[in-house]
């Protein structure tokens, strides 16, 4: 069966409309995947998540291997069921705790001994545990273990980082061992297009259900990050679906589904909401600022949030000041609504044959990153 299905090209661009098929449903794409790290997206219920738009979530193989563990999750019936959430989830490998934690973490052929952030116990984790683990969990797609370089990493470092990362990811390929189950390849090499290249192309030759783009968002800047998603994404097969992973500014967003990516996930919106930091299309909002003190504006005019339909910024900004857990999660509810509706925009703009020009409009005014007001 065909997974992907790509219903309109755009003419001036590598912008892609598709819908990606799943065992718990389909998904519109480009589309954004909020970050359920240990199997929630913090504040937010399965069913507040749905009802802001979003049609996947991303859950963490890692932390859910450390608490409550794989085997706590088959006994409350699989992921799914433990979470809460009926529709399609992906859970990435691990492999990018490979790089957060790094001071935690030694590394040899074989995989990856942790020591865990929790209690320093040691763990160890590889391609086939990895693997096997998310067979286990049950998530819809699932990604090879890899190695996520930092920036900047030599050209020697970043080569053994490559060759590791396509090793890996061929015994992730031998021992995936559920076929309900989308296997996506990971993609390394930094901003070294050369070695980009390199790694598509071995993991082209693995055929794997989809392919994904790491190590991007870790200080490269938004210039780089755009030419090496381009470049990448015009490597990988056309009929398979692309995720840019942990990549998540709104600019980095448009000019990633300009260059090819079907994909994405970040931690941004929950994080920033839950720090008063809001999204809007014109800049960001610091909700704890004076200036909001007596507002009775909301976040964003026009937004169909329950926060923006219920109340202002001044309530909102009083909840943060008194350390009220209503505050957090309004603001959590927002961005992730304000997420929702920038990917609806982006393939309401692809369907009508206009996302480049829509694009190209956005980021040569990108006000997204600007703070909107003063303290």
Same mark, same amino acid.
């Given at each position: ?63 859910l291997m450390l608490r409550p563990t794989v085997e706590v999750v088959e006994k409350l019936g699989g992921l799914h069921k433990f979470t809460g959430w009926k529709k399609p989830m ?225 309530? /909102? !900004? ?5 350390? +009220? ?7 959590? &509810?927002? =961005?992730?609504? $304000? ?6 925009? /982006? !393939? ?5 044959? +206009? ?7 956005? &980021?040569? =005014?990108?006000? $997204? ?7």
């Amino acid at each position: 069966m065909n997974h992907f299905e790509i219903v309109n090209k755009d003419k001036n661009c590598a912008a892609r409309r598709a819908v990606l098929t799943t065992a718990h449903g389909k998904v519109q794409t480009p589309t954004f995947m909020p970050v359920g790290t240990a199997g929630a997206v913090k504040g937010i219920t399965p069913q507040q998540l749905e009802k802001i738009g979003a049609e996947i979530m991303l859950a963490n193989t890692y932390h859910l291997m450390l608490r409550p563990t794989v085997e706590v999750v088959e006994k409350l019936g699989g992921l799914h069921k433990f979470t809460g959430w009926k529709k399609p989830m992906l859970t990435d490998s691990g492999g990018y705790q490979v790089f957060s934690l790094n001071s935690l973490v030694k590394i040899d052929e074989d995989g990856v001994e942790f020591a865990s952030h929790v209690d320093g116990k040691k763990m160890y984790l590889n391609a086939e545990l990895a693997t096997q683990i998310q067979n286990r969990l049950g998530a819809d797609i699932i990604m090879c273990f890899d190695q996520c370089a930092p920036f900047p990493c030599n050209d020697c470092e970043m080569e053994k980082i490559v060759q590791r990362t396509i090793r890996w990811a061929k015994r992730s390929k031998e021992a995936h061992a559920n076929n309900k189950q989308l296997l996506f390849g990971i993609v390394q090499g930094g901003i070294n297009l050369s070695l980009r290249e390199e790694c598509a192309e071995k993991l082209i030759e693995m055929d794997f259900d989809g392919y994904a783009i790491g190590g991007l968002s870790v200080g490269e800047g938004h210039e780089n990050m755009a030419k090496t998603v381009s470049h990448t994404a015009d490597i990988l097969p056309k009929q398979k679906p692309r995720y840019l992973m942990g990549a998540g500014m709104p600019a980095d967003i448009i000019a990633a589904v300009k260059g090819g990516i079907d994909m994405f996930d970040c931690v941004l919106p929950s994080r920033n909401g839950r720090n008063a930091f809001a999204f809007t299309e014109n800049g960001i909002v610091r909700l704890r600022n004076n200036v909001h003190i007596d507002s009775r504006e909301p976040i964003e005019a026009g937004c169909d949030c329950y926060c923006c339909r219920n109340f202002g910024r001044g309530t /909102i !900004r009083h909840f943060f000041n008194v350390g +009220e857990m209503l505050g957090p999660i309004l603001v959590s &509810l927002h =961005n992730l609504r $304000f997420y929702q509706r920038l990917m609806a925009k /982006i !393939r309401n703009a692809l369907e009508k044959n +206009e996302f480049a020009e829509w694009a190209d409009e956005k &980021l040569k =005014n990108d006000s $997204f990153n600007k703070a909107q007001d003063k303290c």
